[in-house]
């Protein structure tokens, strides 16, 4: 079985100052890695992904993760943040394999506060 | 191009009551899921539907009961709901084995339950 582990419940960070959001998970086969984000009162939508090849991944917004297997980390960055940044991030995964169903199991969440 | 959309967006029930969450979606997805998200436990899947004509249990499913109708939608019924249910329930698709097993979500139907 997976399992996801985000480090921070809660993040505050200074507009325009760097933030790293921690994910950590646990299986014993492949996985496919996600971020998702979830603004105040919407659906989550997608950051990013890791499937194979580059290590380091980039996704929309200006934030990238980079995924160390040696560690089973997929943590999220980004080296300046905007008040609208501020959100709920979500790490998940699933894994690979003719017996994957899709799906997804979530980390608890971790709560982005940008402050001006 | 609607994505994923849900119905109702917010419900009040009492102790007792039954409801459907309605959940479409039109980008020709083989897969859908039902999750519910509660403060500090992230998303749980409910029940999920690896295709047309099947329907399988995630990790909560006790209180629940889906139907999948059809390619395009999937349904979440709740008999007799209970406090224990308040929650906000997203409903996912996905097609599996392409793009990743990206899923995409729908906005979300916030329940309460008196």
């Known amino acids: 079985a997976q399992s996801v582990t985000q480090l921070d419940s809660q993040v505050p960070v200074f507009e325009e100052a760097p933030v790293e959001l921690r994910c950590n998970y646990s299986s014993s086969v492949s996985v496919y890695l996600f971020w998702y984000v979830q603004y105040p009162n919407q659906g989550l939508q997608l950051l990013l992904k890791?499937?194979?090849?580059?290590?380091l991944v980039k996704g929309i917004n200006g934030f990238e993760a980079e995924f160390n297997k040696s560690q089973t980390s997929f943590h999220l960055r980004k080296p300046s943040v905007h008040i609208s940044d501020t959100a709920e991030y979500f790490c998940a995964v699933t894994r690979l394999g003719s017996s994957n169903t899709g799906k997804l199991i979530f980390g608890q969440g971790t709560t982005l506060q940008v402050k001006p | 191009n609607a994505g994923v959309t849900q119905t109702p967006k917010f419900q009040v029930l009492k102790t007792g009551q039954s409801m459907t969450l309605q959940c479409a979606q039109d980008m020709n997805h083989n897969s859908m899921y039902w999750y519910r998200q509660d403060p500090g436990m992230g998303l749980r899947l409910i029940y999920y539907s690896a295709s047309e004509g099947t329907t399988d249990k995630g990790e909560v499913p006790n209180g629940y009961n889906v139907s999948r109708l059809n390619k395009r939608e999937f349904s979440l019924r709740l008999e007799s709901a209970a406090p224990s249910q308040t929650s906000v329930y997203f409903c996912a698709s996905s097609d599996q084995g392409v793009d990743g097993e990206t899923q995409y979500f729908g906005p979300g139907t916030r329940l309460l339950v008196l």
């Open positions: 890791y499937l194979s090849g580059s290590t």
